[in-house]
């Protein structure tokens, strides 16, 4: 059974700082990896997709890296700001077979940037 | 305008009540996907759709049903709800799988559901 793992469960960072969320999962037979934003009583926000041939996808202030076989993936957010406050999820897709279309998810890192 | 809308978003409900909650998306995907949020135990799939005929158990399925009315719209109904459903609910989208780029799945505002 995939088990997604995020750490830390919280962070606490100054205006500017660069950071690291890490995002660890038991299965490497992975299809993707998604990386989500959800603010306080929201919903969540897509924020990257990498797919399992790939490496890193970057959008922005934002890099996710990809390292299958070890399984991990880490999200870098680059001079972070107040408004980047929020909780960061990632998840995984398996490869294939029955439950293909599932994502399993950690249950995330609350980032907090003060200003 | 949202392309993955949740409606009501906010409801407080009785022990024994049957509630629904919707959800429509103009994304045109062809599958939907349920899933409620509980502190410290992250999303859990209840149920999933990948198409208005092809309706499937999720890995929580008790104590809810659904009804795919039509390829934009999803509900889901508890019929007698209790306590331990208190939670928030989103649905989900997303394309078929057969292009890379469908495999993203874009979330609703979510609604939270209080059972008293």
């Known amino acids: 059974k995939q088990e997604v793992t995020q750490i830390p469960a919280a962070l606490s960072v100054p205006e500017g700082e660069n950071l690291v969320l890490n995002c660890s999962f038991t299965?490497?037979?992975?299809?993707?990896l998604q990386w989500f934003r959800q603010d306080p009583g929201k919903g969540l926000t897509s924020l990257l997709l990498?797919?399992?041939?790939?490496r890193e996808q970057t959008s922005g202030r934002l890099n996710a890296s990809l390292d299958k076989s070890s399984g991990r993936s880490t999200l870098y957010i680059a001079a972070s700001q107040p408004g980047d406050s929020a909780t960061y999820l990632c998840?995984?897709?398996?490869?294939?077979?029955?439950?293909?279309?599932?994502?399993?998810f950690g249950k995330g890192t609350l980032l907090t940037v003060n200003p | 305008d949202a392309d993955v809308t949740q409606t009501p978003r906010n409801r407080i409900t009785k022990t024994g009540k049957r509630i629904m909650l919707e959800c429509s998306q103009t994304?045109?995907?062809?599958?939907m996907y349920w899933y409620r949020q509980d502190p410290g135990l992250g999303l859990r799939l209840i149920y999933y759709?990948?198409?208005?005929?092809?309706?499937n158990k999720g890995e929580i399925s008790d104590g809810y049903s659904v009804s795919r009315q039509a390829q934009a719209k999803f509900s889901l109904s508890l019929e007698s709800a209790i306590p331990n459903q208190t939670a928030l609910y989103f649905c989900?989208?997303?394309?078929?799988?057969?292009?890379?780029?469908?495999?993203?799945?874009?979330f609703g505002p979510g609604t939270r559901l209080t059972v008293l």
């Open positions: 989900a989208t997303s394309g078929d799988g057969q292009v890379l780029s469908h495999n993203e799945q874009f």
């Open positions: 299965d490497s037979a992975i299809y993707n």
């Open positions: 990498i797919q399992s041939s790939q």
């Open positions: 998840a995984v897709r398996p490869m294939s077979g029955g439950s293909n279309y599932k994502l399993t």
């Open positions: 994304k045109g995907h062809d599958r």
């Open positions: 759709s990948f198409d208005v005929k092809d309706i």
